[in-house]
């Protein structure tokens, strides 16, 4: 469930996702600048839980099939952004007392 907060970051993110196609998401400071927003406001994501998960996971994969190429650090934290989405969304999954998926990774592999 969301806090008072959730609704305006949510309204953010799909604010965001809707703008990156109109910019072309072909700025190399838009990219930038985006990239640098995600890291910064993830916690305040990962801590109102999974309805934002897709937002921010639509804003990630359009920043990777943008028309400007990304820089090995951008590429580097935009994974680091979905591992985390990923690892939080599993984590909320499973205090739900959803199965675990088959296909994530596990400690041994």
């Known amino acids: ?5 959730g ?4 309204v953010l993110l799909t604010l965001v996702n809707g703008l ?10 838009v990219v930038a600048q985006v990239i640098s927003g995600l890291d910064a406001i993830l916690p305040i994501i990962i801590k109102e839980g999974g309805q934002l998960y897709t937002e921010v996971d639509a804003i990630i994969e359009a920043l990777r099939n943008g028309s400007t190429p990304l820089t090995p650090e951008q590429l580097t934290t935009l994974d680091a952004l ?28």
Do not use: H, I, K, R
Request: charge should be negative; charged fraction near 10%.
């Open 1 to 5: 469930m969301l806090s008072t907060l």
């Open 82 to 109: 979905d591992a985390q989405l990923d690892a939080a969304f599993e984590a909320d999954a499973a205090a739900a007392g959803a199965p675990a998926d088959p296909a994530a990774p596990t400690a041994a592999s």
């Open 7 to 10: 609704p305006v970051v949510q």
């Open 20 to 29: 990156l196609p109109s910019l072309g998401v072909n700025g190399g400071s």
